[in-house]
């Protein structure tokens, strides 16, 4: 059968990392590069891009989903390069200029600190405008933010369509203006904090045995509150029958009515997916029993290798497996005390799923998922 989408989750730490193509007969892929990881991912990343094809190194979509280390410190770099330069057709990011109400910048900040000035969009700061200078960015949003658009209703979700030319579908989940309006708030913190990341924070508690799985699944928690993460660019990606919904590390409580309003408008109850990159590397915060109703997966892609937060949480994973349809693959992009005890025998039979580990001989390559065409 031929392939419709890949999707390659690189190992980016605490981070996400992806690449994804969209095949099309007789044409190079369509290509969206999602996020850096955290600045020490940049030269795996760098390693993956030289293997692309010397005459096809288009990166249609660099795709920035918001402002935390973990997904802008590889992004940076690779911004900033010749490589980009060369390749990238659009950034999509939501800088300062897309926030509404944007409040002014501190000192430090108006006194030059290119890179914080570069993604933060100052104005007459060196000239630069949000992304490096001469980049195209937000071109598919005519300029404007990349956003799930205004809702019908103030308690709903909303989705926002994209034209993209000869590509991919594309649905942009998440962020709505709420998120938006919370990230304007504390916009400077939160760059200076992405840009200046603290070191890593200890060793997160090591996991424990696997008992109930009902029990985990059902565990009350706590919905994430972060303004960086609800104002995560979240898509949904569909292309030739195949679909992919990427979450960043967007809202579960964004995410889901967001889904619920695409659903209606379609006239369906869910949005059935093939893969799904669950939001937030598998946090307990963000992945709800009611965002895995809706969006019911065969693949379910979950990047962290631990550090700091212990991503994934058992509660989270609990949630798939028990409320994915039949038989989906776990994939991780690591290999790890935390992530194998989800292979053991007797849990895979009891919920009827698969897990996939990147390969031993090669675990810079993360995990690869290729998605079938449905239709030419
Ligand atoms: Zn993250």
């Known amino acids: 059968m031929a392939t419709a989408m890949r999707v390659q989750m690189l190992p980016a730490r ?28 940049w030269p795996l990343l760098r390693a993956r891009l030289e293997l692309l094809p010397s005459d096809d190194q288009t990166i249609d979509v660099a795709l920035v989903t918001h402002i935390d280390s973990d997904h802008i410190g590889g992004m ?23 926030l509404p109400r944007p409040v002014d910048p501190p000192r430090s900040v108006a006194q030059g600190e290119t890179l914080t000035a570069s993604l933060g969009g100052v104005p007459g700061v060196s000239g630069v405008s949000g992304v490096p200078d001469g980049m195209p960015w937000n071109i598919a949003t005519a300029g404007a933010a990349v956003w799930a658009g205004e809702s019908i209703r103030a308690d709903a979700g909303g989705f926002q369509e994209l034209d993209i030319s000869d590509g991919p579908r594309i649905t942009v989940l998440s962020p709505d203006a709420r998120r938006l309006g ?8 939160a760059l200076d904090e992405a840009t200046h990341p603290r070191p890593d924070r200890g060793v997160p508690k090591p996991p424990q045995p696997l008992r109930d799985i009902e029990a985990l699944a059902a565990t009350k928690t706590t919905n994430d ?20 919904l990427l979450g960043a590390d967007a809202f579960g409580t964004v995410l889901a009515p967001s889904l619920a309003t695409l659903a209606a408008a379609r006239g369906v109850d869910t949005v059935p997916v093939d893969a799904f990159k669950l939001p937030h590397h598998g946090s307990q915060a963000n992945v709800t029993a009611e965002l895995i109703a809706l969006a019911p997966a065969r693949h379910y892609l979950v990047s962290s290798n631990g550090d700091t937060f212990g991503h994934p949480d058992d509660p989270a994973l609990a949630r798939v497996v028990v409320g994915a349809p039949a038989q989906p693959t776990l994939w991780f992009n690591y290999r790890n005390e935390r992530t194998s005890r989800w292979a053991q025998t007797a ?9 996939r580990f990147p390969t031993a001989t090669r675990p810079e390559a993360g995990v690869a998922v290729s998605l079938p065409a449905r239709r030419v």
């Open 347 to 355: 849990l895979r039979t009891a919920y009827g799923y698969a897990v």
């Open 76 to 98: 940076i770099p690779f911004l900033a390069s010749a490589f980009a330069r060369e390749h990238v057709r659009d950034v999509w990011f939501n800088g300062r200029p897309h």
């Open 14 to 41: 605490l981070g996400d990392c992806l690449l994804v193509e969209c095949l099309r007969p007789r044409q190079r892929p369509w290509r969206m590069l999602v996020d850096g990881g955290p600045s020490d991912t």
């Open 182 to 189: 919370a990230l304007a708030k504390t916009w400077w913190k």
């Open 225 to 244: 509150a972060a303004p960086p993460n609800g104002s995560s660019i979240a898509l949904l990606l569909e292309h030739r029958g195949a679909s992919l």
